[in-house]
């Protein structure tokens, strides 16, 4: 796997921070807490949102007076990514077109890269598509 792009240094020591708490080293957890540390809220949060004891996420966090519509998607992406969350009745807040509408979208893709290594890799010189400007 490639080296993990952080938004800023925050965000770096929140991410290693959290994998040092952690029990587990997996993939789940790794996506989890790289997302969950892009917002400075949701670091703020992360006991509102993971119980680490438990070692789950904790859904009710999601209606903290805390949260803003960036945050509700960095929360929404996390969930997702630790083992398919959607808020039953409210499935239409977890697509891509709602999630990835925010300043987030190039560090949720990050965030998708470090759960899903295997499928998230570069492609040999050989086998890119040619490429083109559209407009």
Known sequence: MT????RNKEHRD?????????????CYHKAFFYVMGIAKE?????HAM???????IKPEGMHGGWQTSG???VCHLAFNLWNGYTEEGKEEYFTP????????ASYFMEGIR???PE?????????????STVR
């Not at 080296?3 to 952080?6: C, Y």
């Not at 949701?42 to 992360?46: A, G, L, M, S, V």
């Not at 993971?50 to 789950?56: K, N, P, S, T």
């Open 3 to 6: 080296a993990i792009r952080f």
């Open 71 to 73: 945050t509700v998607r």
């Open 119 to 131: 499928y998230c890799q570069e492609l040999p010189a050989s086998e890119r598509p040619e490429t």
């Open 42 to 46: 949701t670091r703020q949060n992360i």
């Open 114 to 116: 470090v759960r899903y």
């Open 14 to 26: 929140f991410f290693l921070e959290m994998m040092m708490r952690s029990r587990v080293k997996d």
């Open 50 to 56: 993971f119980d680490f004891r438990e070692d789950c």
């Open 97 to 104: 077109e709602e999630l990835f509408c925010c300043e987030f």
